[in-house]
């Protein structure tokens, strides 16, 4: 995870670290926590740019590219 956002062009200036928080063998999860330093509040930048659903598609990608 850390390669991935640090080197993300829409968010690697403002990723800090990736740590797992939880795993489960059982059933194979893991929760983990991504940490950003986030600029003081822009129009729309925690909307779109921190927007969990964006966040995910950068990891969503990079697997895509992989394969």
């Known amino acids: 995870l850390t390669e991935v956002y640090s080197s993300s062009p829409a968010l690697g200036r403002y ?3 990736a740590q797992v928080v939880s795993f489960s063998n059982e ?3 893991v929760i983990y926590q991504l940490v950003f330093s986030v600029p003081p509040s822009t129009e729309g ?3 779109n740019t921190m927007n969990p659903d964006f966040i995910k598609n950068i990891l969503r990608q990079n697997i895509y590219d992989e394969d």
């Open 27 to 29: 059933s194979s999860t």
């Open 15 to 17: 990723f800090r670290s």
């Open 45 to 47: 930048f925690m909307e």
